[in-house]
């Protein structure tokens, strides 16, 4: 008992304050956020290795657990760590979190980040210090630390007001005129996030009550943040998990920012078969692609950007139509909608998949042609309840690289490289900010 006690104590020195035992006082449930539990159980067996731990990956779920040695004086005990969903941080919550981290560097560069330190600072946010530093993992304030650390290092020497989109003024009134200026400059389908992907904004005093009504086009608003940007006044910045070094990035600032040089190599329409999968691609950049698939059931298909641009995100399909229309032209096959097909799957399944077939049948690339009519329904139809999600995703798919690959080289690379910059949030229409992340 004394043996389980201390050992128990050894995990509370660490930062663990969750924790479930059994009745037998052999074993102890440490409970941790879902998506640091890989690192804090290599972090913990670490520690613990001068105590004789090692690691049992035969029981004990994916992770396995951490036992002792014969020679330990807490041999017999075992640790488990397990899933934690209340300590899981909102999008809100963390970017809050940085921005706390971050206003106390700038504070105090000789900050510890120690709650007294997290307190003397004000940021524009819906959380408090205190309701985040209680619920966030340790994974997490390193991921703060490293945000602050980085960007104080290329910031320094100014002051800033953090301000964070949950409650900020200043955010709120950006992105009213910046969506207005979109709107009329012909882009009301633009994601904001394209626009300006900023979690978190380092304001200077003097600008947080800016009037942006002034602006009149997407072009003005986006000069005076390049502008302002120079001279280290406002500052945007994307957050994206940190885990043990943090890599800064400025983007959409170089003129002509948004030109990606695009070579294509062709499409594909399933890596195994046409039916083995719900996707398909355009393939570039010997290695790069762009994946076309439904990432939700009932929802249409999303480009997502793989390969050397996997960072760049994903596009809506109501935006690479957009694209299409400005680089191949109006001429195209518009791709039903995720409802329209389900209702016309619902009238008549059987119909519905042989027209899909003969469709597919028209184009060599998909290697339909291969196979019998009978053997595509069966394929499909074997699928039972996934069968209408892989119709959805996959007619739309190969609807949308159908149209690339008959349209002309220069019109699909136009298009490719427009997706990218959408993806990435650096469109022309796209504003300066700065990415803060692991790579």
Known sequence: MAAFDELKTQLQKFGY?????????????VFVAKSSRPSEFADTLEKLKP???????DIGGFLGRIEFNDKSSFHGLRIIFKPD???????????????????????????????????????????????????ATKVWIKSSILHAEKLHRHFRGQTFVMHQRSKSKFIKNLYGKAKELLAAAGKPRMSLDKWNPGDMWMVHSSYENHN???????QELNTFLTEAYKDKKV???SLKQAVKTAKMEVKAYKPGFWQKEVTLDGVSYGKQSFTASSDSFILF??????????????????????GRFAAGGKASLNVVEDILKDCVGRNFEATPRSRDIKTAISRNQTKFIKDFYRKARKV?????????????????????????????????????????????????ECALSKLISYAGSETELSSVYVKVYTR
Do not use: C, W
């Open 364 to 412: 060599p690339t998909t290697g339909v042609a291969n196979i019998s009519e009978d053997t595509f329904v069966k394929e499909v139809i074997s699928k039972r309840s996934k069968m209408i999600p892989f119709l959805v995703s996959k007619s739309q798919a190969f609807n949308v690289v159908s149209q690339f690959e008959k349209a002309k080289k220069d019109d699909v």
């Open 51 to 57: 105590y004789g731990a090692f690691h049992n990956a």
């Open 85 to 135: 969903s209340s300590a899981e941080l909102k999008a809100d919550e963390h970017e809050s979190l940085s921005a706390y981290f971050t206003a106390a560097k700038f504070n105090n560069p000789k900050t510890d980040y120690s709650l007294d330190d997290l307190k003397k600072v004000s940021v524009e946010s819906s959380y408090t210090i205190d309701f985040l530093f209680n619920k």
């Open 17 to 29: 304050t969750k924790f479930e035992d059994n009745n037998a006082k052999t074993e102890i449930k």
């Open 285 to 306: 950049n010997g290695g790069a692609g762009v994946a076309f698939r439904a990432f939700k059931t009932g929802q249409d298909v999303n480009a997502e950007i793989t």
């Open 235 to 237: 500052i945007g910045v």
């Open 212 to 218: 942006f009504n002034q602006y009149e086009t997407i």
